[in-house]
């Protein structure tokens, strides 16, 4: 079974905190993706990677980066938390034009 | 407009009543078609995978795909309270790469 893990479930954070959110898969999947999920907003795309040290932005980069030094681990980071970060971060894995899997989210709160 | 279209519900069944949940989509290059199902507070599930017109039935589960009006649809046979989930579609297209473009989701509701 393909499993993409989360480092944290629930985050709290304050304002202008630098934050880092973990992913990892055990798939050896290329690609890698961060969204946010946000009631009425659906699934909204933040950044993503087809290969260790890329990265392309998605539908929504700003006030994010990510970090993708080894295949099997993708990080998000928030470099000065704001409250309109606060969110349902998911990340997911696939292979090449194959299905996305997901990871359980992290609910981050930013106070 | 969206590109993919589905309706946010909530949709209420009693258990053991056949669900059918759709979306409807613009982008004629879509060619995967996939359905997830998601729990309160937890991320995506997949459920369903395709790439082509037709049926594909898992257990309980039917995915219907009709490219000619691209429309997709997911069926529930014999419902269950622990159906009760958000509903994903999600699709993707040859010439964008590995992105997917989902649907909003539609809340269902399975009452005992």
């Known amino acids: 079974d393909v499993k993409v893990t989360q480092s944290s479930r629930y985050l709290v954070k304050r304002t202008g905190e630098k934050v880092f959110l973990e992913c990892v898969q055990d798939?050896?999947?290329?690609?890698m993706f961060w969204y946010r999920q946000d009631p009425g907003l659906g699934l909204r795309l933040i950044y993503f990677?087809?290969?260790?040290?890329?990265?392309e932005k998605g539908d929504i980069p700003e006030g994010y980066s990510v970090s993708r030094e080894k295949k099997e681990r993708f990080s998000l980071i928030l470099e000065s938390a704001s409250t309109n970060q606060t969110s349902m971060y998911l990340c997911?894995?696939?292979?090449?034009?194959?299905?996305?899997?997901f990871g359980p989210g992290t609910r981050l709160t930013v106070l | 407009q969206k590109e993919v279209e589905q309706d946010p519900g909530p949709l209420s069944v009693p258990e053991g009543a056949i669900v059918s949940l759709n979306c409807t989509y613009s982008?004629?290059?879509?060619?995967?078609f996939m359905w997830y199902r998601q729990y309160s507070r937890k991320g995506p599930e997949l459920l369903m995978y395709?790439?082509?017109?037709g049926n594909k039935e898992d257990g309980r589960f039917t995915a219907q795909v009709d490219k000619s009006s691209k429309y997709i649809s997911l069926f529930i046979r014999d419902s269950q309270p622990s159906d009760s989930a958000t509903y994903l579609c999600?699709?993707?297209?040859?010439?964008?790469?590995?992105?997917?473009?989902f649907g909003g989701g539609t809340r269902l509701m399975v009452k005992p």
């Open positions: 997911a894995s696939s292979s090449a034009r194959r299905e996305q899997f």
């Open positions: 798939m050896d999947h290329e690609n």
């Open positions: 990677s087809y290969d260790v040290k890329m990265k």
């Open positions: 982008n004629s290059a879509f060619q995967y």
């Open positions: 395709t790439y082509s017109s």
């Open positions: 999600a699709m993707m297209s040859w010439n964008a790469g590995n992105m997917l473009t």
